[in-house]
Nanobody
Framework: VQLQASGGGLVQAGGSLRLSCAAS????????MGWYRQAPGKQRELVSS???????NDADSVKGRFTISIDNAKNAVYLQMNSLKPEDAAVYYC??????????????WGQGTLVTVSS
């Protein structure tokens, strides 16, 4: 299973970005997809996650600004980030809790995508 993330970039404070992540490969079912981020010198932290049923879990720091969505047919997850702040700058990683075709549930990570927010 591979996760391909895209959509990072440089944006001014107050601006918006949309991250996308698509899973491919030997997938039977994805249970949860989410976005994590890691800023320099900090631990990786949950930004937002969503189940295949659409139940979301957002970090307090992004509530009201970021919206996560999932497309089960495409095995894809999106993160709409609005009102970006300099403290949102980080490498954003996509994660999937998926059951592969052999019936084994594993955690998969995508490559990071860099989000830079200028003040």
């Amino acid at each position: 299973v591979q996760l391909q993330a895209s959509g990072g970039g440089l944006v001014q404070a107050g601006g918006s970005l949309r991250l996308s992540c698509a899973a491919s490969g030997s997938i039977r079912r994805i249970n949860v997809m989410g976005w994590y981020r890691q800023a320099p010198g900090k631990q990786r932290e949950l930004v937002s996650s969503i189940t295949s049923e659409g139940v979301t879990n957002d970090a307090d720091s992004v509530k009201g600004r970021f919206t996560i969505s999932i497309d089960n047919a495409k095995n894809a997850v999106y993160l709409q980030m609005n009102s970006l702040k300099p403290e949102d700058a980080a490498v954003y990683y996509c994660k999937a809790d998926a059951i592969n075709i052999w019936g084994i549930m594993l955690v998969y990570w995508g490559q990071g995508t860099l989000v830079t927010v200028s003040s």
